[in-house]
């Protein structure tokens, strides 16, 4: 859908063939006396598209460009799907990765499964998507490459781990 909506569904083919994928079920414990209720700090996922479902136990929340924190209330069969830094920066800027965190509020653990799509290979950003309104901001890069750059000094210290890797432009 994103590929046809932005007219560059030509590409979907062989960004599809290189995706990968990770499935991970996560749990988080309730916070022990005088400990903060954080159970993940604040973050953008290095994905291209993350896809999450939780139990009943809320935690998640998602951060609006107003700077407010506005929780997700999940149902049994609700997902939520989260753009990634990687899709910031093949979409050129149009899409911004979800800044998100896990609050442990509840009376019992909360799990999660989440899963995320990465791509082998060089990510290049359609030229469709670069013109005079909406300049090149991000350089071709390797997905994985970005992940490595995370767990460096730099990468995990950076305001948006993307733009450091991989930016032409502030874009975050």
Avoid at 28 to 49: A, Q, W
Avoid at 128 to 157: C, I, N, W, Y
Wanted: hydrophobic residues 35%; aromatic residues 12%; glycine residues 8%.
């Amino acid at each position: 859908m994103v590929f046809e909506s932005y007219g560059v569904e030509k590409y979907y083919d062989s960004f599809n063939e290189s995706s990968t994928y990770l499935l991970r079920l996560m749990k988080y414990r309730l916070p022990e006396t005088n400990e903060p209720n954080l159970g993940c700090d604040v973050h953008t996922d290095k994905s291209f598209i993350t896809i999450l479902h939780q139990n009943e136990v809320n935690g998640l929340e998602i951060k609006t460009q107003d700077g407010d924190w506005i929780g997700f209330d999940p149902t049994p069969s609700s997902f939520i799907v989260m753009a990634g830094d990687a899709l910031l920066a093949w979409s050129n800027g149009r899409i911004h990765s979800a800044v998100h965190r896990v609050v442990m509020n509840g009376k019992k653990p909360r799990y999660s499964v989440g899963l995320f799509t990465y791509n082998e290979g060089i990510i290049n950003i359609p030229e469709e998507l670069a013109d005079d309104q909406h300049p090149l901001q991000f350089k071709p890069f390797d997905h994985f490459g970005l992940l490595r750059f995370f767990v460096t000094a730099e990468g995990s210290t950076a305001e948006c781990t993307v733009k450091a890797y991989c930016g032409v432009l502030n874009v975050c």
